[in-house]
């Protein structure tokens, strides 16, 4: 009696039970995922030849973003991204049976705040067999992972990989509002600029950087010539949108080796160091760095 109570309660998990082909929610997600493995992220700076609206274009990644089918991605054998992935994996899950979503949110950090073109592209699908009944999955196609087998497309947000995205699209792949990079840039605008201010003074916090003596040289300058201008990055972008975290996290940054690698890491004796490279280029991108750390940090630690 036990073991039929113990069955009887794994089929009624949520995307556990059996389709009328079969198979599980799950074994038809990871059944796409291994299909979707054979597909080659297109590398930075170089130029690749590939097929975009049934003729061939060259150039680097960034010229085929949002631009090109599920077929011609799929024999391309390529993806420049995670757009690529979530068009390819509404297509096979449509062709599963299934209604997909993409969703496609802007990056809630420094850098996407400066840049405006830092985002991420998602897919919630749901079993058509018996949509009244069946949940929404979310479904990272690119890092082949589930978000979440319980979600709403009224969510105005996501997590993945460390980073919050604030949703600018959810809906069909015909109705997604973007075509290019210059289009997918200007959404990215849009989207940040509806964030409530409430939703960003919650989601970002502040960094409070404590510099070591190691990085201070005899002349009582910087090691990293560049730290100077890390240390305002913050405080300028968040003036810049009228952002007051709530939250402040100090950082001891120490010196780290003479190239541009930089770390950060915690323990419970020291707090937050990070060891900077003396030529790190203390970028947008190491500014959003440290935030994902941190953020994956206080999530693994709840």
Known sequence: ???????????????????????T????????FTQLRDLKFMQPGQSYTVRVSGAEETGLKEQFLRRRTAPEISDSGLSCGCGDNAIV???????????????DGAEVSSGSLKDHFSGHAVVAIRSEAAPETASWW????????????????????????????????????????????EELKAFYTK??????????NQALFRFKFTIDTSLIGKDGLFLNP???????????IFNGYGIEPEREIAIRLTR????AETDLKYSNEAGWVGHLGLNSGCSLGLLSYFERVVRNHEKSSM
């Open 1 to 23: 009696m036990k073991t039929l109570f113990a069955i009887l309660c794994f089929c009624l998990l949520p995307g556990l039970p059996v389709l009328a082909d079969g198979l």
């Open 25 to 32: 929610v799950e074994q038809h997600v990871q059944g796409v």
């Open 89 to 103: 994996f509404i297509d096979r899950l449509e062709a599963r049976g299934f209604k997909a979503l993409l969703v």
């Open 138 to 181: 979310l479904v990272d196609s690119t890092n082949l992972k589930i978000l979440s087998r319980d979600w709403s497309p009224t969510e105005k947000s996501f997590q993945a990989f460390g980073c919050i995205f604030w949703i600018g699209y959810c809906g069909p792949l015909a109705g997604y509002p973007v075509h290019n990079g």
């Open 191 to 200: 989207t940040l600029a509806s964030i409530p201010r409430q939703f960003l």
């Open 226 to 236: 560049r730290l100077a201008d890390f240390q305002r990055m913050q405080s300028d």
């Open 256 to 259: 780290g080796g003479n190239g």
